[in-house]
């Protein structure tokens, strides 16, 4: 009687085991989910619409003028990525604030505003994204003098690259740098036709939806 309750007790004791064995199988799996080493779990997305802010300084000339207007700037961007492997192809609009100003002799130039809308290229690797961008840009040049003050709004062309990190999935930061070039007009302060241009570096971040 003594061998039968060993031999029973033995049977308990495995079937104990095999049954713990597998839930703990049963949970393994649940927690990791039907992924593969080729899909990882932190895989990041570039793809969908973004809109955020951005801060940043430009150094800017006007052309058959010594002005050289220079300033903080600030302003919004709004943009919409597709996302093909690590290929990240978008169109991003951006309106800006500028104090950009400059006073040369009796002239006084200055860019309140300019705006952009330009196609971007990039390359994703995971939640770093490295871009190349262009398109139109379109903004105003204003001038004065003692007596008299007019303004022209122009468009251009603006070129730039950048880099954007993803530090959550809805939320990225962005370093950029920027060359815009506005079309000239002819003024009458000064005779001649002028345009602005303008290199400028700016950070920012995006909300992602």
């Known amino acids: 009687m003594i061998r039968a309750m060993g031999a029973a007790a033995a049977i308990m004791v495995a079937t104990c085991a095999m049954t713990v064995s597998a839930q703990a199988a049963d949970w393994s799996y649940g927690a990791r989910g039907p992924y593969t080493v080729n899909q990882p779990l932190n895989a990041y997305s570039w793809a969908g619409p973004y809109l955020g802010g951005n801060l940043g300084y430009n150094w800017g000339t006007v052309s058959n003028n010594p002005t050289r ?3 903080f700037m600030g302003g919004v961007q709004i943009g919409y990525n597709v996302q093909s492997g690590p290929l990240v192809i978008g169109l ?10 400059n006073r040369f002799a009796g002239w006084k130039f200055e860019n309140p505003w300019f705006g952009t809308v330009r196609g971007r290229i990039g390359y994703a690797m995971n939640n770093i994204l490295l871009y190349g961008t262009g398109g139109l840009a379109f903004g105003t040049l204003s001038g004065e003098t003692a007596t008299q003050r007019e303004s022209h709004t122009a468009a251009g062309w603006t070129v730039g690259i950048g880099a954007e990190f993803g530090l959550t999935q809805n939320i990225s930061a962005k370093v950029e740098y920027l060359y815009v070039d506005l079309s000239s007009s002819r003024f009458g302060i000064t005779g001649m036709p002028n345009a602005y241009s303008a290199g400028m570096v700016r950070v920012g971040l995006n909300y992602r939806f």
């Open 69 to 71: 207007p220079s300033g």
């Open 92 to 101: 991003e609009g951006d309106l800006q604030l500028n104090g950009a100003e």
